[in-house]
């Protein structure tokens, strides 16, 4: 039994131990006072605590109500006998908790209903996407009746990363409760498998390449940079498919931090997805795993690597290091060059009360600072800008304008179309032929307070929502170029949440439409996002990898600090 329970249980029976005496004592010494006693046992009771409540321990409320009754009864031996009474019945939750095999289970069964349910109803790319509700609840309806069945509380997580993975996009995602991080991040570190000393990664050339990798593997012949032909003898893509985790949208929690330790996407983009192929493939093995690859003299050789312990470590390290940007706070400056200067933003928001409003001043203050750095810099000499998106986890568009309107050229710019909602149908309104309907325009002003001065954005798979709304602007902005490994990750649809025992899952439920009146940015069927067309895409390969992995150079921000001279 849990030890709260327990707790409250003997504290329970202890109240009533206190009633017995408090009836005797009442006779003898006459006060209205004494009825506040009863009060006791069903607030001792009430279900009001982190465990909340719990059916086995229905013998506990029901004792607490008997008790409780002696607040009505006028005689020693009445108050008395509901004391005993209500005790006794406390007293069968013991029992009761201990022979019943659900005792304080998790529901991951009823879960999985419920929030399946929420998102079918409400999901507003179905269509677009083309979502099969009916077959997801078929392959997953079994899973998670056998997780609930064997109460796993990692599997649990994970299955809910599959099934949002199933989505490709960005703004699925499921959020255990806290009490979980310990075991879902223990069967994160089970299901990322085994460390044989390096990572793989997708080439801009297509070959695959280790990366991250240990000195130990320099005996090998193995270094950063070394082309991967084969792992256990397949192709390492083929082989990060076997991986529990491919195609899997889930965060992981540090136990004693609120961030994100890291997260593992499913990429609405397929070039994303494709650029991302090979990293699952180094977990995957035995205590030896065959490596085939190409050695310095151009030879194709062999080697069985012994496992080093588990790959968890490396795999977050290797995510790290390639999406890892400028290290600043949010909307933070750090001067590069004497013509240079960059501005970090992990997340479109500046406070609370801007967030929250919609109206065109809101982010006024946030403009006023930003105008005053740049301005201080130009006095310095700077003359360009670059902007760090990268790992931007999104937030809000009005934050989006407020940050480009001092950068682009002057006159108004388009951001985004509202569609129209039906409070009648309550549904989103389309027009005859089935479009979605356009309501109001988002635009805004440009300062181009830079001049002849030019923008640099730095995105990557991590850049997300907002993120990607500021990006698509950009492109369309001839004082902007955006640049990257990757383009950004493809969502820009509204997000709501609905919460369950276990977690909760956030998910796309409101319509933003584009210039055209079609879905902004997400990708549908063809798994091709909006937003990476104007994307300068940087060459992943031998250059880049030495530079990052060898050498700890932040490649991009180099890339982006070369095409301003």
């Known amino acids: 039994m849990k030890l709260w329970d327990i707790i409250r249980i003997c504290a329970c029976i202890a109240s009533c131990g206190v009633l017995w005496w408090a009836a005797g004592r009442s006779e003898k010494v006459k006060s209205p006072k004494w009825r506040i006693l009863w009060l006791l046992a069903p607030l001792l009771a009430l279900p009001i605590d982190k465990l909340g409540p719990e059916l086995s321990m229905l013998p506990l409320y029901i004792g607490a109500v008997v ?49 399946y349910a929420c998102m079918r109803e409400h999901y507003v790319l179905t269509e677009h996407k083309d979502i099969d509700w009916d077959a997801l609840y078929d392959k997953y309806q079994p899973i998670f009746a056998d997780i609930d069945e064997r109460q796993d509380v990692g599997a649990n997580a994970i299955a809910w990363g599959k099934f949002c993975g199933e989505f490709h996009d960005g703004h699925v995602n499921y959020v255990y409760s806290r009490d979980a991080v310990s075991d879902v991040n223990k069967a994160l570190r089970e299901a990322l498998g085994n460390d044989y000393g390096l990572a793989v990664m997708h080439c801009t ?34 082989v990060s498919k076997s991986s529990p985790l491919y195609d899997c949208n889930i965060f992981s929690y540090n136990e004693d931090d609120e961030e994100p330790n890291f997260d593992i996407a499913s990429f609405p983009d397929i070039d994303n997805e494709i650029f991302w192929s090979g990293i699952f493939a180094a977990g995957i093995g035995g205590d030896t795993a065959e490596v085939t690859f190409i050695a310095d003299d151009g ?54 009360n801007s967030y929250n409003s919609s109206d065109d001043d809101a982010y ?191 490649y991009l921000l180099n890339k982006a600090l070369e095409m301003l001279k």
């Open 299 to 352: 030879s194709e050789q062999v080697a069985d690597l012994p496992k080093m312990g588990g790959y968890f470590d490396r795999f977050k390290a290797t995510l790290d290091i390639i999406n890892g940007g400028v290290k600043a706070g949010n909307l933070q400056w750090k001067k590069l060059d004497d013509t240079t200067a960059c501005l970090r933003i992990k997340g479109m928001s500046y406070d609370t």
């Open 67 to 115: 008790a409780f009754f002696g607040f009505f009864m006028q005689k020693k031996l009445a108050k008395r006998g509901l004391a005993l009474a209500g005790a006794v019945c406390m007293a069968l939750s013991f029992p009761v908790c201990l022979l019943n095999p659900r005792y304080r289970a998790h529901d991951f069964k009823g879960d999985f209903e419920k929030l």
């Open 205 to 238: 050339d297509g070959s695959f390449a280790a990366v991250n990798v240990d000195g130990s593997l320099s005996a090998y012949g193995i270094h950063n940079g070394t082309v991967i032909t084969a792992w256990d003898g397949k192709a390492p893509d083929e």
């Open 364 to 554: 006024d203050e946030m403009k006023d600072e930003i105008r005053e750095t740049i301005l201080s810099y130009q006095s310095e000499g700077v003359k360009d800008v670059i902007i760090d998106l990268r790992g931007n986890g999104g937030g809000s568009p009005h934050m989006v304008n407020g940050v480009l309107s001092m950068f682009a050229p002057k006159g108004e710019h388009y951001c985004l179309t509202n569609a129209v909602w039906d409070k009648d149908n309550a549904c989103w309104a389309k027009d005859e032929d089935g479009s979605y309907l356009r309501g109001n325009d988002i635009t805004y002003q440009g300062e181009e307070l830079l001049g002849s001065g030019r923008v640099v954005l730095i995105v990557n798979s991590s850049s997300v929502s907002a993120a990607d709304m500021m990006t698509k602007e950009a492109e369309a902005l001839g004082n902007m170029t955006v640049i990257g490994f990757t383009s950004p990750n493809g969502s820009s649809q509204a997000v709501g949440q609905k919460r369950a025992q276990n977690g909760s899952i956030s998910f796309s439920n409101c319509i933003v439409l584009d210039s055209d009146g079609g879905i902004m940015i997400d990708s549908g069927t063809d798994r091709q996002s909006s937003d990476g067309d104007g994307v300068q895409i940087v060459e992943f390969g031998s250059e880049a990898i030495s530079a990052i992995f060898d050498n700890g150079e932040d």
